[in-house]
């Protein structure tokens, strides 16, 4: 998956929908709608899901993108899954230095 698909798509009127789990943490985190797009148009693809991964969502590849809120230039992460036709925001979150290195794209083992 390239980020450039997942751009293009968003601004061609791609359908979206946000999960009960993404929408519920969104509220909790003061994550937008807005700040979601946002991500996507600044952010880059950090990690890939297969469709048989647990953070695919069925019938959907996934993927975690790396990318700034709107407001205040602040890094989140957001799950996506994306075939081309349509995408699916799984979670909204801020990144930590407990689950990840100092660039937020790496995993701490």
Request: net charge negative.
């Amino acid at each position: 998956m390239l980020i450039e698909e997942l751009k293009d798509a968003f601004k061609a009127g791609i359908p979206v929908e946000y999960s009960a789990h993404c929408q519920k943490r969104m509220l909790e985190r003061g994550i937008s709608r807005a700040d979601i797009i946002n991500c996507i148009y600044s952010g880059e693809i950090i990690e890939e899901y297969p469709l048989d991964d647990n953070y695919s969502p069925g019938s959907l590849p996934a993927c975690l993108v790396l990318g700034l809120k709107v407001s205040n230039d602040t890094y989140i992460h957001v799950v996506v899954g994306f075939n081309g036709k349509k995408a699916l925001i799984i979670s909204a979150y801020y990144p930590d230095n407990i689950h990840w290195l100092d660039d937020l794209k790496t995993r701490r083992k």
